[in-house]
Each structure stands twice: as C-alpha cells, then as structure tokens.
C-alpha cells in the first residue's frame, strides 16, 4: 500500500511516529511531503525567537501519550540545545524533538522518503461508476508529475491568518507574526508599532518587539483586550459527571442529541464537586490588564483546578460537540467558545510578569475597542470605540490568529481550494472541511466517506472543535493509524 503524508509538523510526525510502531509498516511504501523549511517541526514549532515559550511546562509536553515526560527526556538527552531555566521551554526546541523522530526514521526505513516540497495538488482520476478511489500528488503544476497513492493523511497544519480588516499588501502590514524574528525586517527603529490581536500570537510579539524595537510603547488591541489566563497549578481531572455514558443515556431521550442545556449542568456538577465558583471565574475579569493577571497569579490552585476542567472538557470535546445539534452548536458557540479560549492553552507566569513589567514601566499599552483600521498616506488610522480621536502608526503587525472557514481561505491556502474545487472535500458549517469525528475520514460531496484520506488538525476545525493542542492532535493520529491497520486487509483487496 502506497501511503502520502502532506504536511509534516505535529500532526505529520504524529501520523508517521506511529505507522513505524506497527510491524505491518513494512508492508507500506511511505511518502512525507512538506516545505524544506519547517519540514518536521511544522510553523507553530519553526526555529524562532528563544523568547517565545511553550505555554506547557516542558515535563508535560509529549508526542508519546504514554509518557508525559518524554520531550523532558529528549531534551536532557541532547546537548544542542541548553536554557538556564528550562521549566518553560522556547517552542522552536520542541519543533526539533519533533523533527528528530523524522530524521531517525529517515535513517532506519527505506520504505520512508522525504520530499521537501509542498504538494500543489491532490486529485482523482476515478472512472464513472467507480468507487474504489486511488489519488495523485503534485509538488509542480505539470499534471503529469504525479505520484498515485491508495492512502492519504491530510496533516496540512494551520490555515493562513485573518485580515480582518483588508489591509494585506500595504507597506508596513505584516501579515502574520511568524517568524517573530523577521518581523521587524522592514521596520525602522523609528516606526510606531500596533499588534492587533490578544491571543498567544500576540504576546510571542509583544516579547520579541519590545527586546528589539527602540520605538516605545508598543500599542496591543482588540475588541475585548482580554489575555489568556495565567497557567496555575494544574490537576488530574477525571469527570464523573460529564460522561460519555451520561451522554449516550441523554441521547436515547432527546431524538440521537446531547440538549445544551443538560450538559451544561452536568459541567456544574463536575464544578461542585472541585469547589469551582463558576460565576466568579468565568467573571472574573475587570478590563484592568495588570489587575486581571495578578488575580491569576495570586490564586495559581485556584485557577489551576479551573483550568484543569476546562482542559478536559477539550480533550472530550469531540464526541461532546458532536453530540450537540447544529442550534446548540451555534449556542454553545456564542456562550462557551470564547470562556474556554481564555481559560486553556494559558501563558507561564513569567509572560504574565513580563506583561506587567512592560505595561508599568509604559513600553506596552493594552487597549480595548478597535473598531476600524485605515490605510492612507503611509499610515495607519486605529478608531476606537467612543473616541473620536484617529490613532496613527506606522506598522501593524497581524496576530488575530488564523482563519477557520474555508469561505474565508484565499491562494495562501490554495491546495485546499483546490480539493473543494475537484469536490474531494467540502466545507463544514461550522469551520474546515467535513469529516466523520470518529475515524477523521473525510466525507466528500462527489464520492461521499473516503474511507482512504484521513484529515487531522486544524482543517477539521468544525468536527474538532477547540481541539488544537498537541495532546489532541496525537491523539487523533493514534486513533487514525490503528483504524488503518485493522481495515488494511480490506484495503489491499481493494488494491489488488
């Protein structure tokens, strides 16, 4: 059986990490295909600043599920690679345990070959009445350069990021905030910065720009201004309450859904059982940024226990998402989606010290209410809400994160407009493309489930809700590999 991986960064090596594990992996001819540069550490991971941190302690970071501590190891074991304080380490490093899976397979299988080019196309040559479909990879736009495959791991990574307000292509627009260390290569030392955006993204530049640009204060904005929390001393969660059993029992009554409602207040009861002020938590926030991180800082079991729970609702937010119908998906949406961005994937507390001390001695400025940002003579125009007053800068540096709808997707994104085009793939209301959550196979609208190509990351946005973290993604991977070893009989019929 031939097999492609496209795309090789948490989810690539995840995939191929565990077809190797396999005894049967000898049967299989593997291609990987990705771009020379972030092969096998993919972008979040690419080699960066060393100031931009894994928002995870580093003993809880793994691609192996079965050991936590597993990056811990690797990175005791190298002598590459050494930090002071390496409780948090810098992301880029994790990028290389990746990638040292990927060339010690390089090394050990000949049934494995990189390609170190991205895949322009993946079509089917199916014939009428046919449905036994074999795919065919391009790196190049000569049609005829393909490479045909019975199994396809679609393991792309991250859509490109939102322009929310149409400003690609302007001088002094940057579009996306990686490579922090590039981002100021066509900045000048005098150049008022705006970061706009207040996620993750936002804060890696925050750190980067404020070591390396002379021109101070920095401005950082959205609409809400609000940071992610600050990671507490997290716990072993198991729920009781919030139980796949419970759900399957709820959904015998309620027509084949999960009502919104109820399991709502089944996540009340897995609060009261941890002593959880769910009110206060979830409201905790004032709208003073040096006040909101302090609380959390102060109270790091208190919110660790919180965060804690809204970790595992991640973990199981598949089969609880896909529970739901499409109206309490909206609802839930609109009600919980933004709670639990804040709340999990929370920054180490020395970012969160940083922050204060930057916004203290008046290098940061946080501010609420963007309403609009305007291109005109070489500048740019911030209106806020309420104010009258124009804010100019002369460089904004986009971090509001990446795009989740394929309505949304332009040539940045390209191979997969080109899979909708030949109607491989097609969108999911509420984000990526659809899939069946259990089996990540992908559903097509011309050839229906595809029992041969297997999506997993952030192209499966609308099924995976949420569900970004590397621990989830592995996890999806496993589920993935094994679902082909069991049925890989069954496909080797199919090809004979």
């Not at 972030?38 to 793994?62: A, C, E, R």
């Not at 000569?142 to 149409?166: C, Q, R, V």
């Not at 124009?390 to 332009?410: A, C, E, F, P």
């Not at 793939?425 to 609208?445: D, K, L, R, W, Y």
């Amino acid at each position: 059986m031939r097999v492609a991986i496209i795309g090789v960064g948490t989810a690539g090596v995840s995939v191929l990490r565990q077809l190797v594990k396999n005894e049967a992996f000898k049967n299989l001819e593997v291609d990987v295909y990705d771009h020379d540069k972030n092969m096998g550490q993919g972008v979040p991971f690419q080699n960066d600043s060393s100031q931009l941190l894994i928002n995870l302690p580093t003993k809880q970071m793994s691609l192996n599920l079965d050991d936590d501590e597993e990056f811990w190891k690797w990175y005791q074991e190298q002598s590459e690679f050494k930090f002071d304080n390496p409780k948090y380490l810098p992301r880029f490093v994790f990028g290389h345990y990746m990638k040292s899976y990927l060339s010690n397979y390089d090394l050990l299988f000949d049934n494995l070959t990189i390609i170190k080019h991205p895949v322009r196309e993946i079509f089917t040559n199916s014939e009428i009445d046919e449905t036994t479909l074999k795919y065919y990879v391009c790196t190049s736009e000569d049609m005829s350069e393909w490479k045909e495959y019975d199994y396809i791991f679609l393991t792309t990574g991250t859509f490109a990021y939102h322009d929310p307000y149409n400003l690609k292509g302007n001088k002094g627009y940057i579009q996306t905030p990686y490579p922090t260390y590039n981002t100021l290569d066509e900045v000048s030392q005098s150049d008022d910065i705006a970061i706009i955006g207040t996620g993750l993204a936002s804060l890696d530049v925050v750190r980067y720009v404020a070591t390396h640009h002379p021109k101070l204060p920095i401005t950082m904005t959205s609409r809400s201004a609000h940071l992610p929390s600050v990671r507490g001393n997290m716990i072993d969660v198991e729920f009781k309450h919030l139980t796949k059993q419970k759900f399957n029992e709820l959904k015998s009554q309620y027509y084949g859904n999960v009502p919104l409602e109820l399991a709502f207040e089944l996540f009340i009861l897995e609060c009261k059982d941890h002593n959880i002020d769910l009110e206060k938590l979830v409201y905790r926030r004032t709208g003073n940024t040096i006040q909101d991180l302090q609380y959390d800082l102060d109270r790091p079991d208190e919110i660790g226990v919180f965060q804690s729970l809204i970790e595992n609702i991640k973990e199981n937010l598949n089969w609880i998402w896909n529970s739901f119908s499409r109206e309490d998906q909206k609802d839930f949406d609109k009600r919980f989606s933004k709670i639990i961005q804040l709340n999990s994937n929370p920054m180490p507390p020395r970012t969160a010290e940083l922050i204060i001390d930057l916004i203290n001695n008046q290098s940061l400025i946080v501010k609420s209410g963007i309403e609009d940002i305007t291109y005109k003579d070489n500048h740019y125009l911030l209106k806020f809400n309420n104010d009258d007053y124009y804010y100019q800068y002369d460089v904004i540096i986009n971090s509001t994160g990446s795009k989740t709808h394929l309505s949304d997707l332009d040539e940045e994104d390209q191979l997969i407009l080109n899979l909708q085009n030949r109607q491989i793939v097609q969108p999911h209301p509420m984000g990526g493309i659809q899939i069946i959550p259990e089996t990540n196979q992908v559903i097509s609208p011309r050839y229906g489930t595809l029992n041969n190509m297997i999506a997993i990351g952030q192209v499966t946005n609308g099924v995976n809700k949420l569900r970004n973290g590397v621990k989830m993604i592995v996890d999806q991977a496993v589920n993935s590999v094994n679902y082909l070893y069991e049925n890989q009989s069954k496909f080797d019929h199919f090809n004979s």
